[in-house]
């Protein structure tokens, strides 16, 4: 049997809030850690039938940036839903909601744009 591994490595402040993410995996086409400014992890525990969620980012990371991230990640789920349920009215649903939340990013940064001049 094939085995797969991810690794994370966090550099932590010294009120334990995230520096540097660093990530490795045995299928990267990368060669060594990669950086990145933010990780969401979910896992589904059968036994007690609820997610578990681990997210965690860099305090360098703008809250734009912050955003487009969770709407990305929302598009995935709904790409997911796809694949793993067959589901095209819920993944269409979920991709609506992305839509109207990049719309409204897009109004958000470029007001902030306009009022920084």
Not at 43 to 71: C, N, S
């Amino acid at each position: 049997m094939k085995k797969a591994e991810i690794h994370f490595d966090i550099e932590l402040d010294e009120n334990n809030v995230p520096n540097k993410i660093y990530w490795d995996a045995s299928d990267n086409p990368n060669e060594g850690l990669n950086d990145t400014q933010a990780i969401s992890i979910a896992t589904w525990d059968r036994y007690h039938r609820a997610t578990m969620k681990l997210d965690l980012w860099t305090k360098d990371m703008e809250v734009g940036d912050m955003k487009q991230f969770y709407i990305e990640i929302m598009s995935g789920v709904a790409d997911s839903v796809i694949s793993a349920t067959g589901d095209k009215k819920m993944a269409e649903q979920i991709h609506d909601v992305c839509k109207i939340l990049s719309r409204n990013l897009k109004a958000e940064l470029e007001e902030l744009q306009r009022n920084s001049k």
